[in-house]
């Protein structure tokens, strides 16, 4: 399979109608001639260059099952692609926006809906020694959660306090599913380091 420039205007349309009729080959072609362009208007709209992998991921995804709408005659293929990346980049901005806004606080009951979490980890009938003790967990775990940056923060507090699954996430998020066992795994592996310094400051 010989590589392709972004700048090849026939050869891209070729591999996108290749694309289209779902052969995967032509769909990693297409990514190791496009990606590089499109990674850099990706990183443009997000500042950030996980969140703009995602995208990436995101877009070519969408390229996956789209391809066929695809017409070379009222487009460029980069001019299309390069739409659906900075649609992608623009809607996880949003989205990172919104879930910073509509984050699930730890403190605070939200719609009514949800408990403090110090309420829910104190035993109705726990003695005083005990309410303190669960008291300053919950401050802990809100301090840890807060050093975690907000996708996985997010990520981490729906699952575990939500009880939501992986796919239920990624559908809640509208991200990947891989995108979110990422988030999860790596902000329970930070929250597992700062509550185990908290614990060792304490010993």
Known sequence: MNPIS???????????????AGDADALRQLYDAAAPRLYGLALQVLQHRDLAQDALQEAFLQV???AGD???????????????????ALDLRRRRQSARADAVSLDDDG???????AARLVDPEAGPDERLQASQ???????????????????????????????????QL???????????????LQLRGCLSAFAGGLA
């Open 64 to 66: 996956w099952r789209n």
């Open 70 to 88: 695809y017409r070379a005659s009222l487009s460029p293929p980069m001019a299309w692609l390069g739409m659906i990346v900075r649609s992608r």
């Open 111 to 117: 719609d009514g809906e949800q408990e403090p979490l």
């Open 174 to 188: 509208s991200v990947p599913l891989g995108t979110v066992k990422s988030w999860v795994r790596r902000g329970l």
């Open 137 to 171: 967990l919950s401050r802990t775990l809100h301090h840890c959660l807060s050093k975690l940056e907000a996708k996985q923060r997010d990520a981490v507090a729906l699952a575990y306090l939500r009880d939501l699954s992986h796919s239920e996430l990624a559908a």
């Open 6 to 20: 972004s700048d090849s205007h026939n050869e891209l349309v070729l591999v996108l109608d290749r694309v289209a």
